[in-house]
């Protein structure tokens, strides 16, 4: 039976009632009375006590603790809060033949972040290429990173006057792997999976904790012989990193840049495979792939005009939390997710009309959405 705290208005009451009973004659609630105001402060005290033992109940177990008291939770079973990690990438200048960007070169994107080259690069043919990577002290908390990553194309300047090189050029590789530290959730998920799934040496679960590690991946799923006998397929997510593609990692699919028996993978798919090399089993040929899109189209009868342009997210999200490669999302979630909407009353789904089945490797995604 759980306990039910007493509010401060209890504990006032009760205190002013003990008074009352221990004194004859003396009446502790008048406005001015010393009684009364020592009564009043004694409540307040024990009020702060309670709350003292709350907090630490919430701390005593892995379900409810938070920040440094989850970490050392979570450090019981070797699960580790993931840091922040910055992003790279490469931008292109134009130049005059023999010019030197020297490294450690300061630039700046047109939002004001703080980029520094890594490695010098000297033009050849009219222009030169040159690795960046973002500013680890842009974010002095040293919490984030994700505000690195950007797409091809972007502007960014030369912070000072460099002979022979245009102060401005363009980055020529996504500036990727930029991820903020890990929140609370994400950490308290990986720990709970980890103390329901003790290590077993290589088994599925493993290679799915061992992805999840990875800074910026947020669900990964394993299968077995994806490439034939002694293969071990990988796929992962990034939700919040690659949220402009849907959280569907970008680069190619492979084995670790150290794997010598296959093709090596590139961007996320790299990052992933290359972690969990280290330690997988030193027999099994593993592959980091981004899964396949899924697109479902829906047809759904009776939505009014206001709330149509949430129902893609709603359906969005019971695809963030149910859809699984190979797997099936019942339709029922989706109804349940459409009427949850604000503004929708009754309405019919017409297509699809059964559960939502996804092919080996691919996630579901929202389609075309027609409005009857």
């Known amino acids: 039976m759980p306990y039910e705290r007493p509010t401060l208005t209890n504990l006032r009451s009760g205190v002013a009632q003990d ?3 221990a004194l004859d004659g003396a009446d502790p609630l008048l406005r001015f009375s010393n009684l009364n105001i020592m009564g009043t402060a004694q409540a307040g005290l024990a009020n702060l006590h309670y709350g003292y033992l709350d907090w630490i ?4 177990n892995p379900f409810t603790a938070t920040d440094e008291y989850l970490e050392g939770w979570a450090g019981l079973i070797g699960v580790i809060r993931i840091g922040a990690t910055s992003a790279s990438g490469s931008v292109t200048f134009s130049g005059t033949a023999g010019a030197i960007i020297p490294a450690g070169t300061a630039l700046v994107s047109g939002d004001g972040t703080a980029f520094t080259t890594t490695a010098a690069g000297a033009v050849a043919t009219g222009a030169t290429s040159v690795v960046v990577a973002a500013t680890a002290n842009a974010d002095v908390t040293g919490l984030t990173g994700a ?4 797409a091809v194309g972007v502007v960014m300047t030369i912070g000072q006057v460099i002979a022979g090189i245009q102060s401005t050029g363009a980055v020529s590789t996504a500036f990727t792997g930029g991820a903020d530290i890990e929140t609370n959730d994400s950490l308290r998920s990986r720990m709970l999976y980890e103390f329901q799934n003790p290590p077993q040496g290589g088994a599925q679960s493993d290679y799915i904790e061992w992805a999840k590690d ?9 299968a077995r012989n994806g490439y034939g006998a002694g293969t071990v397929v990988v796929y992962s997510m990034l939700d919040v990193v690659r949220a402009a593609n ?3 990692p970008q680069g190619t699919n492979g084995v670790s840049a150290d794997e010598p028996r296959a093709t090596a993978a590139a961007g996320d798919q790299l990052l992933v495979a290359d972690y969990i090399y280290d330690l997988q089993p030193v027999t099994a040929l593993v592959y980091s792939v981004a899964p396949a899109q ?13 709330a149509q342009s949430a129902i893609s997210t709603a359906i969005a999200g019971v695809f963030l939390l149910s859809g699984v490669p190979g797997g099936t999302v019942p339709l029922a979630y989706i ?3 459409i009427a949850a909407v604000s503004g929708v009353s009754d309405f019919v789904i017409t297509s699809p009309a059964v559960d939502i089945a996804n092919p080996a490797g ?7 959405i027609t409005f009857t």
């Open 214 to 222: 990875v800074p910026g991946v947020t669900r990964a799923w394993c």
């Open 19 to 21: 008074v009352a009973a």
């Open 335 to 337: 109804w349940s997710a």
């Open 362 to 368: 691919a996630l579901p995604t929202v389609g075309a």
């Open 57 to 60: 109940s919430l701390q005593s």
């Open 147 to 150: 505000f690195g990553n950007v």
């Open 294 to 306: 899924n697109p479902i189209p829906f047809t759904i009868h009776g939505i009014p005009a206001v």
């Open 246 to 248: 849907g959280g569907f």
